[in-house]
């Protein structure tokens, strides 16, 4: 479905299109903050829906879908807005749908499904599938629908590796060269071949009975092809957010807030796989990055609380982070916890004494001398 966004708030034009490229089921043919330009947009494409802040500076949105379902009466218009005094006015326009900021991802669905329900009517019987999924930052576990399905049991510490660094390289060839380098750099080739053709032939037996289309382990002629048809992953849905690059603001909040929840653990915790220690540290620095970012929000709103939080967390799980101890130590202060600045700090520097044998940085060090002077003064 072509879809066109119309919201003079670019952050929240930004966070929308996050929402629906999720879904899947719409395509984003144009976002605009001018609802001139984007009224121009809508009259010159095919667009099937456009989604459309109400309250627009200069052209209110309820002005704007008039126009436009006028010049397109096929069109199917959802209203967007932060304020619901304007329901009736919409639904008197035989709007599809009437969605409130923040934008919730289920919320959209519904959306998805009145919109299939105008376009296509059903009049045979649905099927539905259970959603499978995967976790990578909770151990490792696979799920189909909301049941736990027993972990796999592997016949060798070999066949499990394979199976983990194609899944790691899910999507891609992955050479029988490459594994053989990988596993058994010291056997001569007529050796190494029959240990990965054992190897793979364990994976297949082992994915038999989670497969069902979902999980396909392909021969190509020069290696191997994991691939995954339907299946969530979290590490995927963490990394299209990084990737999105949405900003911190009263929108997103609680999408920052879901998003970093599926961190529950270290990727792939618990495989000590070389391979996989980048990947790792990736995912821990975007971790960091994010949480840092929505304590910085919260505190620029006085939402301390919510600010200790997360920066405690950060704190607990990386002791030593030290712009995460730095910020534990001005949260605390600002919350009159004092206390827990002289405990954080000394904590501090014994773990940085006992891990890496040096004391804190200096920013850290200033920081904390002239807050202990001030409040000695005081």
């Known amino acids: 479905m072509k879809a066109i966004l119309i919201d003079d708030e670019a952050l929240a034009l930004n966070y929308l299109e996050h929402q629906l490229r999720k879904l899947g089921e719409f395509e984003i043919i144009g976002k605009y903050t001018d609802p001139l330009l984007g009224k121009q947009r809508v009259e010159e494409t095919e667009a099937d829906i456009v989604f459309l802040d109400i309250h627009i500076p200069e052209l209110s949105g309820i002005e704007l879908a008039e126009m436009l379902l006028e010049q397109r009466p ?33 919320r959209l669905r519904l959306t998805a499904r009145r919109l299939d329900a105008r376009r296509k009517p059903r009049t045979a019987s649905v099927v539905t599938e259970q959603s499978w999924s995967i976790l990578m930052f909770d151990a490792f576990r696979i799920f189909e629908g909301v049941r736990e399905l027993a972990p796999l049991q592997w016949r060798t510490a070999k066949a499990q590796e394979i199976f983990f660094y194609l899944l790691h390289h899910r999507g891609k060839v ?12 010291e ?13 793979v032939y364990h994976i297949r037996k082992m994915l038999e009975p989670f497969s069902r289309e979902r999980i396909l382990l392909q021969n190509t002629a020069d290696g191997y092809l994991l ?6 992953l979290d590490a995927d849905e963490f990394d299209h957010f990084i990737q999105a690059g949405i900003e911190v ?20 915790e618990g495989y000590d796989y070389v391979w996989a220690e980048l990947e790792r540290q990736r995912f821990q620095l975007h971790w960091i990055r994010l949480k840092l970012n929505l304590v910085h929000w919260y505190m620029e709103n006085e939402a301390y609380e919510q600010a200790f939080k997360h920066i405690e967390q950060v704190c607990t799980r990386y002791p030593l982070e030290e712009q995460a101890q730095l910020l534990y130590m001005k949260i605390s202060d600002r919350m009159g916890f004092h206390f827990l600045v002289q405990r954080q700090y000394l904590l501090l520097e014994t773990v940085m004494e006992a891990e890496v044998s040096e004391k804190p940085g200096q920013e ?3 920081w904390y001398k002239d807050w202990d002077k001030k409040r000695q003064k005081g």
């Open 174 to 185: 992955v050479s029988k060269a490459t594994l053989i380098e990988l596993l058994w750099p």
């Open 364 to 366: 850290v060090m200033k």
């Open 187 to 199: 056997f001569d080739l007529d050796r190494a071949y029959p240990q990965l053709y054992t190897a």
């Open 227 to 232: 691939r995954l048809d339907g299946v969530y």
């Open 74 to 106: 096929d069109l199917q218009v959802v209203f967007v807005t932060a304020y619901d005094k304007y329901a009736i006015k919409a639904f008197e326009l035989n709007a599809l749908d009437y969605v409130l900021k923040p934008i919730q991802l289920d």
């Open 249 to 268: 603001s009263e929108y997103t909040v609680p999408e920052y807030e879901r998003i970093l929840k599926l961190f529950k653990s270290e990727y792939l």
